[in-house]
Nanobody, 124 residues
Framework: QVQLAESGGGSVQAGGSLRLSCAASGFTGRNYCMAWIRQSSGKERETVAAINSDGSAAYVDSVKGRFTISKDSAENTLYLQMTSLKPEDTGMYYC??????????????????WGQGTQVTVSS
């Protein structure tokens, strides 16, 4: 059974940085994709960054150049380094995963497994 556990959220002022982590367990295949999905109050759920098992990454336009997704395969951990944070980055950030290669990695329906989420709050 795939399990995902996020950590690293918190409160930060605009312009600051945070790094989110997601500890993953239960994957058995070689192909997979993982993502960070944001749910902000009053907004639709949005996949902000995703990465496939081949290392290819994708980002929503609003975070390009500011966020970096990476994975440590040895530690089975997914990261999201967030810099130059803005108030509009505020939201609950979920780690999500699929046991197959994602051809549409920025579509949230690509993911079968979700963590409990970690809150990020950016104040102006």
């Amino acid at each position: 059974q795939v399990q995902l556990a996020e950590s690293g959220g918190g409160s930060v002022q605009a312009g600051g940085s945070l790094r989110l982590s997601c500890a993953a367990s239960g994957f058995t295949g070689r192909n997979y994709c993982m993502a960070w999905i944001r749910q902000s109050s009053g907004k639709e759920r949005e996949t902000v960054a995703a990465i496939n098992s081949d290392g290819s990454a994708a980002y929503v336009d609003s975070v390009k150049g500011r966020f970096t997704i990476s994975k440590d395969s040895a530690e089975n951990t997914l990261y999201l380094q967030m810099t130059s944070l803005k108030p509009e980055d505020t939201g609950m950030y979920y780690c999500a995963a699929s046991g197959r290669f994602c051809y549409m990695p920025l579509q949230s329906y690509s993911y079968d497994y979700w963590g409990q989420g970690t809150q990020v709050t950016v104040s102006s």
